[in-house]
């Protein structure tokens, strides 16, 4: 929890007086995040008992140093998948389950729009992206989240994966 958004949440949960658990791959880049917080490298280094009111997951392979490879694309994949069910193990085994849950791990790239705006739609019900289009009529691209959709529907359906290069 220590990348471009993990870190500034330790701030400002830390600041708001909360006490805060880093779980850090890394410990030398917790090192520069602002005390109060308790530092772990691993899940099982929390005791059952450990009171735990929220978890924030936004670990995962880093999705904006290099080209969207097939290997790129399958180890961001993988981690979000590994690290989310470390977390329902985690929860699972807590004597005193945490009230809320936030999975927040990035698994897309809206691609380099410089002061472009885009418009998102949200679904109603989970709150998931279901797709976005820039402001500008002149811009042709638009993304879908096929997630949200039965496999069914959209597995013969012609798409083009966005793999960085084509930014």
Not at 115 to 125: I, K
Request: charged residues 20%; hydrophobic residues 45%.
């Amino acid at each position: 929890m220590i990348g471009f958004i993990g870190r500034r949440l330790v701030q400002a949960l830390t600041v708001a007086g909360n006490q805060v658990i880093v779980l850090a791959r890394n410990p030398a880049k917790a090192a520069t995040l602002n005390p109060p917080f308790r530092l772990i490298t691993g899940l099982s280094q929390l005791p059952d008992d450990t009171a735990v009111d929220a978890i924030v997951n936004l670990a995962g392979e880093p999705i904006a140093n290099g080209l969207w490879t097939v290997g790129k694309r399958h180890r961001i994949l993988a981690s979000r998948l590994r690290m989310t069910g470390n977390v329902v193990r985690l929860i699972k085994r807590l004597t005193r389950k945490p009230a809320v849950l936030i999975n927040a791990s990035a698994i897309g790239w809206y691609g380099l729009q410089g002061d472009e705006t885009l418009t998102t739609w949200h679904c109603g019900q989970c709150g998931c992206t279901s797709h976005w289009l820039p402001r500008d009529p002149a811009y042709a691209r638009m993304g879908v989240n096929l997630r949200l959709f039965d496999p069914a529907v959209w597995e013969p359906l012609p798409r083009r994966f966005i793999d960085g290069a084509s930014w």
